[in-house]
């Protein structure tokens, strides 16, 4: 249960100790991160649940469920997000594209990602109706989540030294992911009506993550802990989307 402990400690706001992790305690948290996901997610669907139930508009109830989300998690992941999105969008070599994530200053880049993504997870959350609302937001989170054990897999090293990004890189099996996607997969079927949204926004997430884990260990030399928050926010947002424009009457 250190890996748990870990996990909250790391993704939450939640004061847990830990003391200084060991590496086996470390990428036991990655492993944990989708459970963590999925009760953040779960939390910030019961709180749109609870302000539309008081009258809130639902884009507005959307808005305010990401930004607990941001609350919740320090920003971390949203913060990577940032940052990914600079390092992207700059020219040079590795070391320069880096040199702009540690800045943290938020570019042009980062500013835009940020909009469109919080933006389509706001409207997303809105679309979706009352009784889908709870396990939809729990999938995602978990989904998210699971992105980490795909970047931080074997083969894959840190982009620099120092910071979450390397505490974990190359601790994860290639199988740990692809094990998480296939029983989210599962449980999105169950989860969501018709069965196929769910699913596929599962495999369109890990998809974009494969993607995006792909292009940054080339762009930057390795992963880092900004990728990991980058990820993350990404597969929340397609599993978020998908789920929503597959609902009748949108």
Known sequence: MRGLALAL???TVLPVR???PSA?????????APVVGAALGAAAGALLLGLTALGVPPLVGGLLAVGSLGLATRGMHLDGLADTADGLGCYGPPERALAVMKDGGAGPFAVVTLIVVLGSQ????????????VGA????????????AWVARRGIPAARPGGLGATVAGSQPAWVAPLWWLVLAGLGAL??????????????AAAVVIGLSRHTARRFGGMSGDVLGAASELAVTVVLVTV??????L
Do not use: D, K
């Open 9 to 11: 400690s790391w993704l």
């Open 24 to 32: 086996g305690t470390a990428a036991g948290a990655l492993r944990w």
């Open 191 to 204: 989860l969501v009506p018709a069965r196929w949204p769910g699913a596929l926004a599962v495999g369109l």
């Open 137 to 148: 937001t729990a999938l995602a989170g978990a989904v998210g989540r699971s992105a980490f």
């Open 244 to 249: 929503s424009a597959a609902q009748p009457g």
């Open 18 to 20: 830990t003391g200084a």
């Open 122 to 133: 706001a409207a997303a959350l809105a679309s979706l109706p009352p009784g889908l609302l």
